[in-house]
């Protein structure tokens, strides 16, 4: 739940919060879901890791009346085809390559967005109900619960946004097979003695953004936001306490005739331990291009571009529809 969604806000490196205004506000700020004039529909596909992991969005949204937006959208990040060499070993030390099976891990998340204009003029709200389900094979599964709540502000050309993700704290209970469990136990010394944990949490997070439009000559138009991401823990991230953790994130996107756009962004600022023991501080740069007619858009984004951070590169695809498509 915290990679992202959309090519195109994977092009501005997730740089979001304030300036998204259409289906996948869901995930980056409900409250921009209030944008919405129609029914839309938008679809993502990425391969991590040399195409052994693929992470798969969808989501759907449609206004209520003239003040109101309900969306839902479901992610999925899923590892199939994982060899299983549990059994390799029989009980009298034969290794028999037939006691190999396949089993899949994945990722479920489902949001339920709700978003209102408020009565004060340019301020608007959404809040994220989300089910998160969690599988590793026939060995062990999740479920899980969580909200998030969005605040955005609009004036002239200028956009402010906040967003309160896992607000009462994100709670995963895990139910292991006790079974499968047993056959492993032993396998290792030392290793897989006593049943794992069996509750996961996800702490609270905080993503604040500023956004401005510039128009030049009508048929130009820059999209610029700047984004800080709070996490209330002590991680590697660019400016880290013992309260929370800071990294920001910035993006453009170059559009003409709202027909084409180009897009950059850096973000995902870390600092990270090197073989040696010294410090680096890494990046991840991403580029993207967007395509939009008649109510289709379709994006692409390229992440990590060059070796700036420990990620890998990623192909990121993305379309959007608009409802009036099918009428």
């Known amino acids: 739940m915290n990679i992202g969604v959309d090519a195109a806000a994977f092009g501005m490196a997730?740089?979001?919060?304030?300036?998204?205004?259409?289906?996948?506000?869901?995930?980056?700020?409900?409250?921009?879901?209030?944008?919405?004039?129609?029914?839309?529909?938008?679809?993502?596909?990425?391969?991590?890791?040399a195409n052994i992991a693929n992470y798969d969005y969808g989501a759907f949204a449609m206004p209520l009346d003239d003040r109101?937006?309900?969306?839902?959208?479901?992610?999925?990040?899923?590892?199939d085809d994982i060899l299983n060499t549990t059994q390799l070993i029989d009980n009298q030390g034969n290794i028999d390559y037939n006691r190999i099976s396949l089993f899949s891990t994945a990722d479920y998340g489902v949001t339920f967005s709700y978003a209102r204009a408020l009565p004060l003029d340019g301020f608007n709200f959404g809040i994220n109900a989300k089910v998160i389900r969690r599988i590793i094979g026939d060995f062990a599964s999740s479920w899980g619960f969580g909200l998030d709540l969005g605040i955005q502000f609009?004036?002239?050309?200028?956009k402010f946004g906040v967003m309160?993700?896992?607000?009462?704290?994100?709670?995963?209970?895990w139910t292991i097979d006790?079974?499968?469990?047993?056959?492993?136990?032993?396998?290792?010394?030392?290793?897989?003695?006593?049943?794992?944990?069996?509750?996961e949490i996800t702490i609270p997070k905080l993503n604040l953004g500023v956004s401005r439009e510039f128009i030049f000559h009508y048929d130009y138009v820059l999209l610029t936001e700047?984004?800080?991401?709070?996490?209330f823990a002590q991680t590697n991230d660019l400016v880290s306490t013992s309260f929370a953790s800071f990294s920001p994130a910035a993006g453009v996107e170059f559009g003409y005739i709202d027909l084409v756009f180009v897009r950059a962004g850096v973000g995902n600022f870390q600092n990270i331990t090197q073989l040696?023991?010294?410090n680096s501080l890494g990046f991840q740069p991403n580029i993207g291009i967007g395509f939009k007619y008649k109510g289709i858009q379709i994006d692409y984004a390229l992440t990590d571009l060059g070796d700036q951070s420990a990620a890998l590169y990623s192909n990121i695809f993305s379309i959007t529809l608009d409802w009036s498509l099918f009428r």
């Open 276 to 278: 040696d023991g010294n």
């Open 226 to 231: 700047i984004d800080i991401n709070v996490r």
């Open 14 to 49: 997730n740089a979001m919060t304030a300036s998204s205004a259409n289906v996948n506000s869901g995930y980056w700020n409900p409250a921009g879901l209030i944008a919405l004039e129609d029914h839309q529909l938008s679809l993502m596909h990425a391969s991590y890791f």
């Open 164 to 173: 309160a993700r896992d607000i009462t704290t994100t709670f995963n209970a």
């Open 154 to 158: 609009n004036k002239n050309d200028w």
């Open 178 to 199: 006790e079974e499968k469990f047993g056959e492993i136990q032993g396998a290792v010394t030392g290793e897989n003695q006593e049943l794992p944990e069996t509750m």
């Open 68 to 79: 109101s937006t309900i969306a839902i959208s479901l992610i999925r990040f899923g590892v």
